[in-house]
């Protein structure tokens, strides 16, 4: 058999028409599995997902007579009415409102905010809603796929997908407070988005739209829905996230080679004292200003960000020890933290 007998012979033209035939399906098959997975996952949490209308308080320095607004995006995550969104968008709102999918429209009650997170609780009261599932954001891995849904620039019940960029990064809030675990992604997300809900393929909520770096393609971010599992049930019972304060600001230290060793300390960072508040808790349990503090409840304090991870709500009014260093002698005192000022009513 010469070589053009056996390229046209039956069995090899059937192997190379089934090829040549099979490249497009499996190719076809892979989009319309993404497609399938996006839709779903759309058609699951869509209509939880509402527009949030906001007027905002008057601003004394610029005398307007009419209220600013603002604008931004929530979801439905119990079925008697409590939506979650940012608490940017809602901070200083005078009334808001959220309008569905559907057509509906209601008024929305601000149940509670907490700055520290961006996050916010809002209650409609409405014949009908669909929840979103939260999910479970410590599931998740790089590169897996993500749906955002909300309404960037007025452009209602808007889609966009991508995947998980990174994990575990850290955000800083309005507060100057650092918000943990946050997801990277590059789902692209534009004003009008935050407070929107970031989706798996199956549909749970897995974070909540926040920020985008200004400049930036691709970069964008979301608060776990972990952190919205600790913050909810916080918001509902009290409208705010109670924790703790000693009064002290500070700034995070390295400590010289010699100074550990000399002091036999575990960590070479540490947390430098620069002020104490009048009457705080620090005041009273006789913190000064060049005071290094090393520990906090037993745990080493190795930054500013991680004394404050650890004045959680759990440390309010109750003594806890704390150890700082003071002209190379280290000593332990004892402390109770108070709630922050501020944070006392915010509703």
Do not use: C
Request: hydrophobic letters at 40%; zero cysteines; charged letters at 20%.
């Amino acid at each position: 058999m010469d070589m053009l007998q056996l390229l046209n012979s039956p069995g090899i033209e059937t192997e190379r028409t089934n090829t040549r035939l099979d490249e497009p399906d499996r190719s076809g098959g892979l989009l319309d599995a993404y497609s399938v997975a996006v839709v779903g996952a759309v058609e699951r949490v869509g209509p939880s997902v509402a527009h949030v209308e906001v007027s905002l308080r008057s601003s004394p320095r610029r005398r307007q007579a009419a209220p600013e607004k603002g604008s931004g995006s929530a979801f439905v995550f119990t079925p008697d009415g409590f939506l979650l969104t940012n608490s940017h968008v809602v901070e200083g709102a005078r009334s808001v409102r959220a309008s569905f999918p559907d057509g509906s429209s209601y008024p929305a009650e601000v149940v509670g905010i907490d700055p520290d997170t961006d996050l916010a609780v809002l209650r409609v009261d409405a014949p009908i809603l669909v929840p979103a599932k939260l999910g479970d954001s410590a599931r998740l891995r790089p590169g897996q796929v993500v749906i955002a849904i909300g309404n960037p620039l007025g452009f209602a019940s808007t889609v966009t997908s991508g995947v998980v960029s990174g994990l575990g990064r850290t955000m800083r809030s309005k507060t100057g407070r650092l918000i943990d675990s946050v997801i990277q992604t590059d789902a692209a997300l534009n004003p009008g988005n935050s407070g929107g809900p970031l989706v798996d393929s199956r549909g749970d909520v897995v974070g909540i739209n926040t920020a985008i770096i200004a400049g930036a393609q691709g970069i964008s971010f979301a608060v776990p829905v972990s952190t919205a599992h600790f913050v909810i049930p916080q918001l509902i019972r009290d409208g705010r996230v109670r924790r703790g304060w000693i009064g002290v600001s500070g700034q995070t230290i390295q400590l010289s080679t010699r100074r550990v060793q000399l002091s036999h300390l575990s960590a070479a960072r540490a947390v430098l004292v620069t002020d104490v508040a009048p009457r705080s808790p620090a005041e009273r349990a006789g913190l000064q200003q060049r005071d290094i503090i090393l520990a906090f409840g037993g745990a080493d304090v190795q930054s500013v960000d991680e004394l404050q991870r650890l004045l959680s709500h759990e440390v309010v009014n109750r003594k806890s020890e704390i150890t700082v260093l003071r002209s190379g002698v280290r000593s332990t005192r004892s402390v109770t933290p108070t709630e922050r000022p501020g944070h006392a009513d915010r509703r």
